[in-house]
């Protein structure tokens, strides 16, 4: 079945298809916003896999850092033992959300840390990264230098706090030889920002200003990687995080590019897509290796039009929704609430309308009343030798159009919904046999193609479909809320 549903054809096969999501800071435990990106990303890794192309899909965790080392102190763990804590929680919610991952990086792997320290000396020997004074606004919150662009009203919106002036001995990354080369690449998507509004925002800023060069290292933080060359030093977030991405194919810092570099698709939040068009794009060209071809910039999760916050008391948690929905049912609200790629508001009442109409009488509702029907059947119904997607759902899957591919299985699910209501085929049986029986097949090969199409999205959900249409018959597979 798989076989002949291969429609959709990827030129180059040669190198496995190479996915991430951004490593996620270790300072706390996993919520919502890392949900959605990750449960995106597993939509396009198993819609790959679907094809018979070879994915590797990696995640993880970022675990250094001044943040990190406080929270530690202040739960009374050295900060090891307390990351080791996080990282187990992210990936226990992602065995919980189904993810199907085939790395998941932590930036304390000694394998990591090698490579960082390779990196490191080989750009400060190529006179790449050199001893500077970095003197920033500084935002306590965000662990970063800000930029006066970055600022609203002189304050970081993130965190709502005027950042302080700073100076510091610190390594610099040189930043501006390469900022002419990458306009020209992010123009020719060579490297391929998507949805288009991101690359157009990137572009502005790139032509707007000479890029400033990036402080890499910190004193007095001793939760880090510390820089060979200058052992006072620990490196700072960008080369340490941002060279997982090469890590994870089991790169040691040194010999060639690994070779299913470069990746696919980076998925990252808007939060972070300048620092993944500039800083991480340029750490590359100084490597000699290609840049990244698509970085798929995504929206975030609003609760009630609002951003989520204890002190408003709107954030929707990942574990209830799990419990309330189910694996599937959480899959789905966080990937059709909203157009991916755009913010995204949720409340738990849309949420719970959401799922009743869709998921427990839209399609299950539709697989338990055509089962039963088939019951009547002369002769059974055997699922077809493969499945013909429809194009506008492939160029969906393609564009990474997660919603509105979703959108179209529905649709197709309502239309063999209403079919079923005009043709009434419960009173046909027996009756008109012959138009039963038309009727019936073809509202089952119906449900083979929203079952395979559903399969990225939905896999436990498309599986028990698939596997009702064999045997004729299946529990329910959305509980009413
Ligand atoms: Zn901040």
Redesign the pocket.
């Known amino acids: 079945m798989v076989e002949e549903s291969k429609i959709y054809v990827y030129m180059e096969a040669k190198k496995p298809f190479f996915i991430t999501t951004p490593i996620y800071y270790a300072n706390g435990l996993p919520h919502i916003g890392h949900a959605y990106t990750t449960v995106a990303a597993d939509v396009v890794a198993r819609a790959k896999r679907l094809t018979g192309q070879e994915v590797i899909f990696s995640t993880g965790t970022d675990e250094h850092g001044a943040k990190i080392a406080e929270k530690a102190l202040l739960e009374g763990k050295n900060p090891q033992e307390f990351v080791d804590g996080i990282a187990k929680a992210f990936e226990e919610l992602w065995k919980r959300l189904d993810i199907s991952h085939d790395h998941f990086i932590r930036t304390t792997d000694a394998q990591h840390k090698n490579v960082v320290t390779n990196v490191l000396t080989f750009l400060y020997d190529k006179g790449a990264i050199y001893k500077g004074e970095y003197e920033g606004l500084y ?4 662990e ?1 230098f ?1 930029m006066e662009s970055d600022l609203v009203g002189g304050k ?4 709502n ?1 005027i ?1 302080e002036k700073m100076v510091e001995e610190s390594y610099m990354l040189k930043m501006t030889e390469y900022q002419e080369a990458l306009i020209q690449k992010i123009e020719s998507d060579e490297l391929c920002i998507r949805p288009v509004k991101y690359k157009k925002e990137i572009l502005s800023f790139l032509k707007g200003q000479k890029l400033e060069d990036i402080s890499l290292s910190r004193k007095n933080v001793a939760w880090g990687i510390p820089l060979p060359f200058d052992e006072t030093h620990t490196t700072y977030v960008w080369v340490d995080a941002f060279l997982n991405y090469l890590t994870v194919l089991g790169w040691d810092g040194k010999s060639e590019m690994p070779q299913t570099w470069p990746a696919d698709v980076q998925f990252i939040g808007k939060d972070i897509l300048r620092v993944h068009a500039t800083i991480w794009q340029i750490l590359l060209l100084h490597l000699g290796f290609p840049v990244t071809k698509t970085l798929f910039t995504h929206g975030h999760i609003l609760s009630g039009g609002k951003k989520m916050s204890k002190t408003l008391g709107n954030v929707i948690s990942i574990d209830e929704m799990l419990e309330t929905f189910g694996v599937d049912g959480t899959r789905y609200l966080l990937l059709s609430g909203g157009t991916f790629g755009e913010d995204m508001d949720l409340t738990p009442e849309r949420m719970k309308e959401k799922y009743n109409a869709d998921l427990a009488n839209g399609l299950g509702n539709l697989v338990s009343r055509v089962l039963k029907l088939s019951e009547r059947l002369q002769g059974r119904y055997e699922p077809g030798p493969g499945v013909a997607l429809s194009s506008p759902y492939i160029e969906c899957m393609e564009n990474i159009e997660l919603s509105q591919a979703l959108e179209l299985v529905f649709a197709r699910m309502k239309q063999a919904n209403e079919y079923m209501s005009q043709e009434e085929p419960w009173k046909l049986a027996g009756v008109d046999q012959e138009r039963f029986e038309k009727v019936i097949r073809v509202i089952l090969a119906d449900l083979e193609i929203i079952a395979f199409s559903l399969n990225p999205f939905l896999p436990e959900t498309a599986k028990k479909i698939q596997t009702a249409l064999r045997e004729g018959k299946t529990d329910p597979l959305f509980q009413r809320i």
């Open positions: 935002c306590v919150g965000c970063q800000k970081c919106p993130d965190h706090r950042p």
